[in-house]
């Protein structure tokens, strides 16, 4: 599969999902409106993941094709995508503040990846047991509208991922007044110099990974 960032929580994902042929099925996940500073994801889409209805993550409208959307906890299998909507908090006042937050994980190409939205609170035992074994953490690490990068980085070695790319942090050109990445990865300890804009990920590339940090870019 080829997972494309397109800055803030926003990713795209080409995967040979089972039972669509040679044919890759594209998947969006979390697309921002122009008011968050960058170019807006756009383009043709198969299905595209909503985590909450703010506008830096439910500009569906800029994609094309009519795409299947997904935007609230349940069990999915959505063009040959294996798909879990896990019910969460914005905040840490049970969503008083800023409402609920779908975490979704997707399991494709034998790939198992989670993207928590903009979590606002820990994860509960009962969460991480529904989220399981993962293979790509896309976690929250700017604090203020999410977790921070200490709640961040408890909830990376909670669940021990090959891979984890941190999101939703400030980054050149984003008008969101929250923290960088530099202090989640103090906490973690193994980030790269380098970033990517996108990823190819077989399975057999995630063999003897363990936390592996990827900062990605746009």
């Known amino acids: 599969m080829n997972i494309q960032y397109y800055g803030h929580s926003c990713f795209k994902i080409a995967?040979?999902?089972?039972?669509?042929?040679?044919?890759?099925?594209?998947?969006?996940?979390?697309?921002?409106?122009?008011?968050?500073?960058?170019?807006?994801?756009?383009?043709?889409?198969?299905?595209?993941?909503?985590?909450?209805?703010?506008?830096?993550?439910?500009?569906?409208?800029?994609?094309?094709?009519?795409?299947?959307?997904?935007?609230?906890?349940?069990?999915?299998?959505?063009?040959?995508?294996?798909?879990?909507?896990?019910?969460?908090?914005?905040?840490?006042?049970?969503?008083?503040?800023?409402?609920?937050?779908?975490?979704?994980?997707l399991d494709t190409e034998d790939i198992r990846i989670c993207h928590l939205g903009d979590l606002g609170v820990d994860l509960t035992i009962k969460q991480l047991e529904k989220i399981g074994d993962v293979d790509v953490l896309m976690v929250p690490v700017g604090g203020k509208y999410t977790i921070d990068y200490k709640v961040a980085a408890a909830i990376a070695k909670k669940l021990s991922p090959s891979i984890i790319i941190p999101i939703h942090y400030k980054m050149k050109g984003t008008s969101v007044d929250i923290a960088d990445e530099k202090d989640f990865c103090n906490e973690m300890g193994n980030c790269p110099k380098e970033r990517v804009n996108k990823v190819n990920l077989k399975k057999k590339d995630l063999e003897g990974k363990n936390m592996e940090i990827l900062l990605m870019t746009v």
């Open 15 to 105: 995967t040979k999902a089972e039972g669509r042929g040679s044919e890759d099925v594209i998947a969006f996940i979390d697309p921002f409106d122009k008011k968050v500073g960058l170019k807006p994801p756009q383009g043709k889409a198969d299905v595209v993941f909503v985590s909450h209805a703010h506008h830096d993550h439910s500009n569906v409208e800029a994609l094309k094709e009519n795409p299947v959307i997904i935007d609230a906890p349940g069990e999915y299998s959505v063009k040959g995508i294996n798909v879990t909507g896990i019910d969460s908090f914005h905040d840490d006042q049970e969503g008083a503040q800023r409402g609920r937050n779908t975490i979704f994980v």
